[in-house]
């Protein structure tokens, strides 16, 4: 009978235990980071090609990946054409649409396939000519399905054939011989919230027979990912009372702070800054959350704090996520307090080393009272004895890590976070367990609502029309791509847009171009180009969906909209409309699918995020759970929010229930409490 050690032992042998990994393929692996069994078996998969499952290719009824059964008649042939060389033809006649098998360069197939045989087919059919075509399918005369298959696909491994892989993971698990014995969840909470044994979900991951056993296999997954996040969260929150770090100020600086706007504020505004002066006040260090649309205010309740924190003799640091915004807040800074007694500065990596010594002098100095900056501000060498309190931007752009390494620059320290997320606030009162929650819900009286437009690429002419109107009315605009550059002409790509639009449709304007891989230097150039008024229409990927306010864009056109998500798309939105004039978003799609169109008629009907934020979360439907995400800078690797909203849920009361516990299950949680804490430096949210 086989032990909780035995199975530890196996997951920490070398790979080359499994049969078949000799010793080039397990330094393969090694080079990959892969050098035991269990490494191997979290070797997750990318995603998973769906491929339908027809009993008869004359049922084949829509493009896409598929798989069949035929009998081959003989009737292959060898062709040539001077552009592609040699080529091997096959046409199946159903009767209704016929089916066109093409394989280019792969001569052997004429030799491999066998009258009269019948073979499995696997391939990706397009419809063309009446015809469905396939390019070089896969065919079997072993394989055996009576159903759809999902078929995992990994990141490919230098030196390891894709099959070979799959082979490898299949015999790491039959090695491992996981079992209940040694499961992260107790049976007890398995039981309670439906989730399956690891062993169970790992086969599942790897070797899925259906779709529904795919998909609770992924939840298992996300489930003990939020599990074990909820567990490190409480420990985090239980630190929060450290230290005294009360700002002790008169309460009349808060009138004085509402007498140097220009305008009154909402009563979200008013409650949040309540909240606000409540914890400077309190000895407990404040931990904060601010939500709220764009546009809503956030920006004036935190230079409201910061003005408070000054009246109390301390100093403050903002940190934003790109030049362009930290240079904007602070312009926006010196506009708010004119001439009061608050002195910003500016720290941000385009600035001379001598400008940068200067003003880190000065904060350090005291001379300065609000620092407002990029990651420049984590630079060891930029500290003050009176920090008093830290405000993060667009906080889903850093980790916790960079926030606690800047809030560990002075005394125990006042933390505040702003998001133009929208979540819902049940939502956020368990994301964020480690801080309070204030939610702005209300947008300025005097905001114009965007208007949006769902239409189709036929109005494409008229579009680019309107924009080039916008722009001699001295306005400026974007347009967004889904991808940096395809060879598919069909989808909407930043470089081919950039070349046509520039040299046809957009001709009489000034573009730009944006994208993620562009060097940092670059990217700052161009979107202080197009901040200046230098560029007026920005051809860009979702590179600008924060770090970016130019309230002079009026108009925002989002090419192939379906690609993207609602609540990606409401956030896109909100790069326009940010000015006093009237400003547009047209979703630019040809897709007729029902979610996408459901998807794309909300954006048009509401510009309420938090309602957007909702219908996220409806029309993500279970099928989205397939592929487990491994790159990027997320905050979870398998689960995703809002999306897993419910999963999320029942993990935080999965850690109550166990915290509560005086028995088997309150003993797990301190084990897994106390593995926690020795890895708390090394993994606590990050």
């Known amino acids: 009978m086989q032990t909780d050690n035995d199975m530890e032992n196996r997951l920490l042998d070398s ?27 979290r070797c997750f998969p990318l995603r998973y090609d769906f491929y339908r499952f027809y009993d008869d290719p004359a049922k ?27 080529f091997v033809r096959w046409r199946i006649k159903t009767g209704t649409r016929d089916v066109l098998f093409t394989w280019f360069n792969q001569p052997y197939v004429l030799n491999s396939l066998e009258k009269g045989k019948r073979y499995c087919i696997k391939c990706d059919v397009q419809l063309k000519n009446g015809v469905y075509q396939a390019i070089n399918p896969h065919f079997s005369s072993t394989e055996q399905y009576t159903h759809s298959v999902l078929e995992p696909q990994y990141k490919p491994i230098d030196g390891i054939g894709k099959s070979e892989l799959v082979n490898f993971i299949k015999k790491a698990l039959d090695y491992a011989e996981i079992d209940d014995s040694n499961d992260p969840i107790p049976h007890l909470l398995r039981q309670k919230y439906d989730i399956p044994p690891y062993g169970k979900a790992l086969r599942s991951i790897h070797t899925p027979q259906t779709e529904e056993e795919c998909i609770r296999a992924n939840k298992r997954l996300i489930f003990e990912e939020f599990f074990m996040f909820r567990i490190r969260q409480k420990l985090w929150a239980g630190k929060r009372g450290e230290g005294d770090a009360s700002a002790i100020f008169d309460k009349k600086c ?23 002066a409540r914890d400077l006040l309190s000895k407990t260090p404040m931990n904060r959350i601010i939500q709220g649309d764009v546009g809503s205010g956030k920006t004036a309740v935190a230079f409201a704090a910061c003005w408070m924190t000054k009246c109390a003799g301390y100093q403050s640091v903002i940190m934003v996520p790109t030049e362009v915004l930290a240079r904007q807040h602070y312009a926006s800074f010196g506009a708010t307090f004119g001439n009061a007694d608050i002195k910003a500065g500016l720290l941000v990596g385009g600035m001379k080393q001598s400008e940068k010594k200067s003003v880190i002098e000065d904060f350090a100095q005291g001379n300065i009272h609000v620092l407002i900056g990029t990651h420049a501000v984590l630079e060891e060498r930029v500290s003050s004895d009176g920090i008093g309190l830290v ?19 002075g005394r125990p320290v006042n933390m505040l976070v702003l998001t133009a997320t929208p979540i819902p606030r049940t939502l956020s009162m368990v994301i964020y367990g480690d801080l309070d929650v204030s939610i702005i819900d209300e947008m ?9 437009y769902a239409v189709t690429g036929d109005m494409r002419e008229r579009i680019y029309k309107f924009i080039t109107k916008e722009v001699k009315a001295g306005r400026q605009a974007y347009v967004i791509c889904p991808l940096v550059e395809t060879d598919d002409e069909s989808k909407a790509s930043v470089k081919r847009y950039f070349d046509k639009l520039s040299k046809n449709e957009l001709k009489e304007v000034r573009t730009g171009m944006l994208y993620g891989g562009m060097k940092p230097a670059q990217k700052d150039e161009v979107m202080n180009a197009f901040a200046a008024g230098d560029i007026d229409v920005l051809i860009s990927t979702t590179v600008i969906e924060v770090g970016i306010n130019v309230p002079n864009a009026t108009v925002i056109a989002i090419e192939d909209a379906e690609k993207f998500g609602l609540a990606q798309l409401h956030q896109l939105r909100g790069r326009v409309g940010r000015g006093r004039e009237q400003s547009h978003c047209i979703l630019i799609s040809d897709c007729k699918g029902e979610i996408a169109v459901e998807r794309l008629t909300t954006l048009v009907k509401t510009n309420d995020g938090f309602e957007i934020a909702k219908s996220d979360m409806r ?6 759970y397939f592929g487990l995400r491994q790159h990027g800078a997320q905050l979870f690797r398998f689960g995703e929010l809002p999306r897993d909203m419910l999963i999320f849920t029942q993990a935080a009361d999965a850690v109550e229930l166990v915290a509560s516990c005086g028995d088997e299950l309150g003993e797990f949680y301190q084990r897994m409490y106390h593995e926690a804490k020795k890895l708390n430096e090394e993994i606590v949210f990050n």
């Open 15 to 41: 790979t080359d235990k499994i049969k078949g990994i000799g010793a080039k393929k397990s330094q393969s692996l090694a080079s990959a980071g892969i050098t035991n069994v269990g490494e191997l078996l």
């Open 60 to 86: 084949i009824e829509e493009n896409g990946k598929c798989v069949f059964y035929a009998e081959y008649n003989g009737g292959a042939t060898k062709q040539y054409a001077k552009t592609v060389g040699f």
């Open 254 to 276: 808060i009138d004085e702070f509402k007498s140097l706007l220009p305008y009154k504020l909402t009563g979200a505004q008013q409650k949040a800054l309540d909240d606000v």
């Open 391 to 409: 405000i993060t931007d667009e906080q889903h752009r850093f980790g916790v890590k960079q926030r606690m390494s800047l809030k560990n620059k």
């Open 444 to 452: 300025p009286p005097d905001r114009i609502p965007i208007k949006t």
């Open 619 to 624: 029309l993500r439907g279970q099928g989205e």
